[in-house]
């Protein structure tokens, strides 16, 4: 996977960016799209905007047919100003305040998830007739940004919901599940679809035919592990959908972000200062860049995401050791890599500019307003 | 210790704000001040910025005869913009980058930190015949958020820095340490004033006569837990210095950010969602705000600070049970509260209004720039 494409290169070399920076190359978005498009024939791509808001791109997925998964109205508002149409928008966050209801049904926004019973009423009285559809709790097993607590629900109370949904006028569209980010194993949607089906059966039997199937996000960036490629995660889950639908297969929804915006981007970074805490060569190194977990890399929490790093001495002449990585502010907490160090080139020094690969995701907008004064990463769309 | 100040109540009684947003009593702020400035007579506060740099508050230290402790040259511009003189600044920040340090020489900043040799050259060089003091690692036995792996070295190799320090033109002034923010045992400045004093007297030796002790932040706001008063360190403290330094107490530097400013502010709040994963009476009850660790309440990281608050249903005669407290994203690692939960009014339901005390400091600006579309929280200095 050819990540620093040549666009980005020649950008860096002409314009010499100040750091710290991202830079996204809007034709790699859309390649990926379009591989996706490929793998997944006839499936609806709703590209998660909260992985990069950023207007150049969602113009550019919309020209290509794309449709959009939103977080809020705040999300909503930059979909619209990029030129979407409501109808193309599915509120997919199971957590809404009701202004946010209110406001999205006013704009026309018609599809909407739910885990519980009171947000289903909140959809009911403040978007009514809505379709919606119902998330349920899937095993998260080998994503490395798991997020099975926090929201879903059984799928025995799914299926009263979704009576209860058809009771309180609104349209009982479908089931979604959500695998956890950063998923590298095609086993978690082919027990999640087969979790599902069953469902859709057990609600069938009760006269509501369902006919949409979310399938959540979760395909894989290239960072510094192995993934699993496209094809692999296509074969598997049209396989379980052929298996688990045989008679007739519902619509299906995508909802990926990272899989699309992640390895188009390079975040461009100084190193500000190179130490050895103690000042003997024994002591651990330490690395100080220009950018950290309040500037963007907040998906390093808990050493999660781990980044690959381009460094001016990479060739094999230099000598590497590990070291620790840190971010710019005077936080304890703002530290990326320690437990498990990173191997970088002794002769790493301040001044350096480095190369994060794989950040078009989850960068921009995790990043403080200015903690510390820095103030967020400056962006480049290309 | 009183929180809501009269102030305060008044102005979201009158003002109805919208949430999320932050109301800080500058009143509260001078209070806390003067309260330092008459426990610590003599030392010179120096209030640490990354707190909380809203220029209302900057303006109103400044004219109380506050110095400030910056963290960049952003931080800096800050400071200057609300009329506070280039002197009356300390780069207190180990890592600096070197535009932020050739900056900072230019505007009048004459007095940093750093706890390296690199940093130490770079200093000499972008910033030359400065004073600078030596950060010591020192034991953060207590403190809630510590700070120790990622700054500071041995009174060994401070040693040998400050020598040459001199050596590189350099004005060799004193030594600082940070004993963890939100700490609530005495006990660690006690031992890191011992800890500096030798260092002093090996210096001493050496024809360097130190003239500055920088003993650092840490003094503790009134979260859930309760910590002792600042009477109790400021006499702790004082005995400490009194007992290391009996012939010449040297000018001592103080660098409160939480303690000045934390209990001074209020989030206001709105519950989003109240839901029973799995709609079972048993099952764990949810809380969701329109606030998370993403909007400001980042220091909830490992469930670090436990925030205090207030709800319209607190009164004995609502039943309370303990509940997983969750931010609006859907990232699932936005959790404030779930291994140790929060025991709130059973109550509770989407769109009541709640208070979140003593979060003046730290909140403002760990705030993303708009992560899944949320806009920063609104802030009031009144």
Same sequence: chains 1, 2.
Wanted: aromatic content about 8%; overall charge negative.
């Amino acid at each position: 996977m050819s990540i620093m494409t040549p666009k980005i290169t020649r950008f860096l070399t002409q314009n010499d960016p100040a750091t710290p920076c991202l830079i996204v190359d809007l034709d790699s978005v859309e390649q990926q799209f379009s591989t996706m498009k490929h793998h997944f024939d006839g499936a609806s791509i709703y590209y998660a905007i909260k992985a990069n808001p950023a207007p150049a791109i969602l113009k550019r997925l919309n020209a290509l047919g794309a449709f959009f998964d939103v977080a809020s109205l705040g999300e909503i508002q930059q979909c619209l100003a990029a030129g979407i149409s409501a109808e193309k928008l599915s509120f997919g966050h199971t957590v809404k305040n009701t202004h946010a209801l209110r406001e999205a049904h006013k704009l026309g926004v018609s599809l909407f998830a739910f885990d519980c019973e009171e947000e289903l009423h909140k959809i009911a009285r403040y978007a009514p007739n809505s379709r919606v559809f119902c998330r349920l709790t899937v095993l998260n097993t080998g994503a490395d940004w798991p997020l099975s607590d926090k929201f879903g629900t059984t799928t025995d109370h799914a299926y009263e919901l979704m009576l209860q949904a058809e009771q309180l006028n609104l349209k009982a569209t479908g089931l979604s599940f959500h695998v956890g980010s950063q998923q590298t194993s095609a086993e978690a949607y082919q027990q999640a679809i087969a979790q599902a089906s069953t469902l859709f059966q057990r609600l069938q039997s009760q006269g509501l035919a369902l006919d949409l199937l979310n399938i959540g996000g979760g395909l894989p960036s290239h960072y510094t592990r192995s993934v699993p490629d496209i094809d692999y995660f296509s074969t598997a889950i049209n396989q379980a959908l052929s298996e688990h639908f045989p008679h007739q297969r519902p619509r299906i929804m995508l909802e990926p972000g990272r899989a699309l915006v992640g390895d188009a981007g390079v975040v461009r970074s100084e190193v500000v200062l190179t130490s050895r805490r103690g000042g003997a060569p024994t002591d651990p190194r330490w690395v100080y860049l220009d950018i950290g977990r309040f500037g963007g890399l907040a998906e390093t929490e808990g050493e999660a995401i781990r980044y690959r790093f381009r460094t001016p001495h990479d060739d094999t002449s230099h000598s590497q050791s590990p070291c620790i990585i840190a971010g710019p502010t005077c936080d304890s907490v703002d530290v990326m890599y320690e437990k498990n160090r990173m191997t970088l080139p002794d002769e790493l020094a301040s001044g350096d500019k480095i190369l994060i690969l794989a950040t078009g995701a989850y960068v921009s907008t995790y990043c403080s307003t200015g903690f510390n004064g820095f103030a967020p990463l400056n962006e480049y769309y290309i």
